[in-house]
């Protein structure tokens, strides 16, 4: 039996009451000051991931639509959508720069917990600290290391959200961000409660739009960032959400989960064991269920070998990998997410081209005929022996032409704690990635990054939104 699977015990009403109220309790109690170093310094980076990646979407499928719409219902605001430094109310503004965030699936992601943080929590967080500003450098790492923190032991104690049908970068995503919303406001420990009930309250997001290849997968981040806002505005004018949304009889465990849960990881240790440091900078601009795929195939594309070559390839993954990522692949779909969310197209395109980026997944390269024959010779099939909910192992087997057979396998996912993307290389994603989307200068790039990596000396957080070259 799955070790995680055997932990879950059945839920004990007793054990858990006051569990989000307990939550709120700690998240008040931190301070900027109860932060190590490491941590500082990996908030900062999951900040300058983000605006990079919100950069590189300028030209995303689905992100200039929502951004037309948004500009005729508001034309004046307190916040600011980033892309086109466009003038909004703070849920619009943190609802297309969420979406932006995610549009590439190249955000950041904590492996275990199945979660997108910074997609949902610095959109939201940003909009709120023009709205209130000015926000210190140090008010503001503290919310959003409250928030990454939050949101990967939500993840954590809810293992299996993904199979049970949610997008956990949604649901969780919006309750994590309105605390972080909330300690930015500086609100006491009953009003936080009041803004989790609040995002409880407003929590969705199917995972059927990963499994039909939908635009709306890309845009859910940037509808969970609005929710957080809005929970924590409301909480904040003084209208109580739901005391027991995580815990109570349809709060979060029983309803989303079906008590199928490990209540303990919410709490264990929370404020001096810091999950933030396990998140994780994506190599690749798509699922993170094919980036172990992705790695076998551009190893062996590095051993000198060609699609046509091989007459077969099987590609085994756990359940939960292979119900995400494991379906035929469908070149006639035109889907960019389609793309990004399967492990055929994702192996073909490593294989072929030894690359995987931003240019892997944009229109006409997806339906590419050469790719979408190569793709017809390649099974993806589910590993019983596998950890159904693990999210790095993969294994390939290629039958080559001349009669030959090659087997590799991994289970280290590049750019998570066992394999961490360098500084170096993370400076080199954000260069690309507004340099792709926008077309910005060396020079501007490295001003913006210069602001995020010195943020706790900041006296005023906006500077960030003012040298952002939307």
Known sequence: MNTITAEAAPLDGAAVEGLSRKLCVAAVALRYEDLPADVIRTVKLLILDTLGVIGAANSAPGIQTLHTRLARWETAGTATA?????????????????????????????????????AVLLPALLAMAEDIGPVTGQDFILAMAVGAEINARLGLACFNCLDHGWHPTMLFGVMSSAVGAARLLKLDAEATLGALGFAHHLASGSAQSILDGALTKRLGPGFAARSAVMAACLASDGLNGPHRPIEGRAGLFQLQERGEVIPARLMDGFGSQWEILKYGFKAFPCCRCCHSTIDLGQQLHGRGLKPDQIEEVTIWQPAVNFRTVGQPYEASRDSVVHAQFNAAYCFARALHDGTVDLRTFQKPQITDPAIAAFTGRIKVLLDGDMDPIAMGPARV??????????????????????????????????????????????????????????????????????????
């Open 397 to 470: 087997k290629l039958k080559l032409r001349f009669g030959e057979t090659l087997s590799v396998e991994s289970s280290t996912l590049l750019g998570g704690p066992d394999s961490p993307l360098s500084e170096e290389r993370l400076l080199l994603k954000f260069r690309s990635c507004l340099s792709f989307g926008l077309g910005t200068e060396r020079g501007a790039i490295d001003a913006l990054a210069g602001r995020v990596l010195e943020l706790e000396r900041s006296p005023d957080v906006s500077e960030i939104v003012t040298a952002f070259p939307g």
């Open 82 to 118: 980033l892309l086109g430094k466009l003038p909004m109310s703070p849920p619009s503004a943190a609802l297309a720069n969420g979406a932006a965030a995610h549009a590439l699936d190249f955000d950041d992601i904590h492996d275990e917990a199945r979660v997108h943080t910074s």
